[in-house]
């Protein structure tokens, strides 16, 4: 039973445009939400995290949107650059501190120069 | 700092044998984690290390497949009887003790059952 449901498989996106990134979940006690960023040959590294008690925030160009209600959270990437070219996965965990993560299937974006 | 390191980075082996996979934490992290990743897939968890506490095992897929972390640093995933299905990239995470602590990843090994 997958529990993050992520869209799209891949994205193409010309460079200085925005890239977005969805994810839904069906499980409500999770309670932490990260999305990790993956270049080839490498383990994810986290990009930026969310707790449901805020809808919105941002590191630099890299904002993630949450909406309880919908049960959905998103990523966005403004002013998208080729370095930015990468398997992007959403997580979600469940309180009690450990990070048993449950990931999405992981969205592969290319940004075209 | 140096990061998570796995090793080996590759290994091809054949139907049956049995595989070990280490992994060398970050230093000073307590939390220890295994997932793994099949093509096309998403990360999948498999094991969870905690200071000297049970590991959390409830993502094992199967009995073939077990780890070990001694002295609180090193950790070794075992697989015994290897099937074409175990093929697929095993990722080592560590991580600082707190909730809040992100997941630091290693690049993981390339297991390959042939």
């Known amino acids: 039973q997958q529990q993050v449901k992520q869209s799209p498989q891949s994205l193409i996106v010309q460079k200085g445009g925005i890239s977005i990134i969805n994810c839904a979940y069906e499980n409500t006690a999770f309670d932490y939400f990260p999305w990790y960023q993956q270049f080839p040959g490498k383990g994810p590294a986290l990009l930026i995290a969310i707790r449901p008690d805020v809808s919105e925030k941002k590191e630099g160009r890299f904002t993630i949107s949450f909406n309880k209600s919908a049960k959905q959270f998103s990523l966005h990437i403004m002013d998208s650059q080729p370095g930015d070219s990468a398997t992007y996965f959403c997580?979600?965990?469940?309180?009690?501190?450990?990070?048993?993560?449950?990931f999405g299937q992981g969205t592969r974006l290319t940004i075209n120069p | 700092g140096a990061g998570v390191s796995q090793s080996p980075s590759n290994k091809v082996t054949e139907k049956g044998k049995d595989v070990e996979l280490r992994c060398d934490p970050i230093?000073?992290?307590?939390?220890l984690y295994w997932y793994r990743q099949s093509l096309g897939q998403g990360l999948e968890f498999l094991i969870y290390?905690?200071?000297?506490?049970?590991?959390?095992k409830s993502g094992l897929p199967s009995d073939r497949f077990s780890a070990e972390r001694t002295g609180g640093s090193v950790s070794t995933l075992t697989i015994q009887r290897t099937q074409q299905e175990d093929s697929a990239v095993y990722l080592c995470a560590s991580a600082e003790m707190g909730i809040n602590s992100p997941l630091h990843f290693g690049n993981g090994t390339r297991l390959t059952v042939t």
């Open positions: 230093s000073g992290h307590t939390a």
């Open positions: 997580a979600a965990s469940k309180p009690q501190g450990a990070q048993k993560l449950v």
């Open positions: 290390f905690q200071g000297n506490s049970a590991p959390d």
